[in-house]
């Protein structure tokens, strides 16, 4: 039936995994992304310019951005927690109440990182990457070639797809999206949910958007003035030594950076496809389109990769939200802090449902004009109320802080300077009582925990945790 005023509306709800906040065509910055899809979606809606996880790790973001509850909530400060199922109860999860309360269709396509992997998490249907997609390959005579050029899904170094561009994940994804729009149910509102396994690396773009790139000034990468001190958090020393990213050459991680920017642009251009065919349906008017990530990427800022903290690189992640054009919305941009919990909230109340009182997530659609938000990981805590942002450790009770409006690439930390200890003191204190709340042991009798220690040099460097090597195959998942 065509959508009209009054209708509950669609929702396309699109995830990218490891998709830096700054790499943005919209955000003018000094990465020279072009996302023309995402960022005409942010002409058409709201750009919420300062987002951020409250955990950057995969599988407690997957938790909070289906719950609109923060790890410290749900208890999932890291992958692989809680016993063997990922904490997502299906009576609380986005697609269950708006099967059950609203009446939605609801379909999920692409990197779930559920456990079990199979779990359903109240999606009546899933397209599950890996494990479909690679089945979906050895049907195409490319047994193997997920992944086949070798790397792992945590290893840096650039590469090329091993399949041509209309067989990736990024295309295949994509198209199971457009599959279900030609299959739903028509008298129903519909949510799909779209999780892409990049810009994750491995940096593996296919040919030609490998080439994309080559001509462009690629930024070096920052490097903040902590870095190297005997103040440096020692987790992110580990972080380094043990992955070797303090290893990598500049002529490779400028080709890295060129590939990251290339596996944007690809889904980018792919997503081109999805607005075009929910025009041609018509279909495009009456839906709210999301568009978020779970983490951002280190990229070689202050010599780290991947996620795992509260620097801006790894934290801060784009947040767009496009609504019905009956609501008039345009051109927004939304500078207060804002959480990848807050979208659950809003598409609830989008769909004419409560959200849970409990649960940290607030609706976008009417932000409070001062906010403080919260994260934890297993690693560290950190508060921001826009202005400054305060990171606390718990290896040796390291601490930073950060002026977001002067110093947007955390290059200069302020925790030692008298001028400043006041915003730090504030912060503090505020993050100690969040978590006391939340019964969280990262504070013990009162206080942030702090605990000793130390580095092995040697014992770091013979680790190779980067590296889950490929090709997969027959659907077996990451390892």
Known sequence: MDPAAGEKPNIVYI????????????????????????DQIAYEGTWYSRSYADCPICMPQRTTMLTGFTASQHGMP?????????????????????????????????????????????FEDISLHPNDYVNFLEDRGYGGFYRG?????????????????????????????????????PECPFLLWLVFEAPHSPFDPPEPFDRMYDDFDIPAAVIG???????????????????????????????????????????????????????????????VIVT????????????????????????????????????????????????????????????????????????LLDLPAERTIFGETRHSVFATE???????????????LFDL?????????????????????????????YLTENARPAVVDGELRAEPAALDYDELRARNTAAWRGPLRFGQGYG
Request: glycine share 10%; with cysteine.
């Open 292 to 363: 978020a990530s779970d983490h951002g990427e280190h990229l070689g800022d202050h010599r780290l990769f991947a996620k795992y903290t509260f620097l801006e690189s790894a934290a801060r992640v784009p947040i767009i939200l496009r609504l019905p054009s009956e609501y008039g919305v345009y051109g927004r941009r939304v500078e207060t802090p804002a959480l990848t919990a807050d979208i659950v909230p809003t598409l609830l109340e989008l769909a004419g449902l409560a959200p849970d009182p409990a649960m940290d997530g607030v609706s």
């Open 15 to 38: 995830v990218l995994d490891q998709w830096r906040g700054d790499c943005l065509g919209i955000a003018e910055g000094a990465h020279p992304v072009m996302t023309p899809h995402f």
């Open 386 to 400: 826009g202005r400054f942002k305060y990171i606390h450790y718990f290896d040796n009770g390291a601490e930073q």
């Open 225 to 287: 003035d902590w870095v190297g001190t005997a103040d440096e958090p020692v987790s992110l020393i580990a972080d380094r030594v043990s992955r070797k990213t303090d290893r990598i050459p500049p002529q490779v991680l400028e080709r890295t950076r060129r590939h990251y920017y290339a596996q944007i642009t690809h889904i980018d251009y792919q997503l081109g496809r999805l607005f075009g065919e929910l025009k041609r349906l018509g279909l495009y008017d009456n839906t």
């Open 405 to 433: 409006v002067h110093d947007g690439d955390d290059q200069f930390n302020l925790a030692g300077d008298d001028e400043y200890a006041a915003a730090k003191a504030e912060l503090k204190s505020a993050l100690a009582a």
């Open 149 to 185: 050029h070798g790397l792992g899904g945590n290893e840096v170094y650039p590469a090329v797809s091993a399949v041509p561009a209309h067989l990736t994940h990024t295309h295949w994804i994509v198209d199971e999206g457009l599959r279900f729009l030609g299959r739903r149910d």
């Open 78 to 122: 890291c992958n692989n927690m809680s016993g063997p199922r990922t904490p997502i109860e299906s009576e609380r999860s986005l697609p269950y109440r708006l099967t059950r309360e609203a009446g939605y269709q609801t379909k999920a396509v692409g990197k779930m990182h559920f456990w079990p992997e199979s779990a359903r998490f109240g």
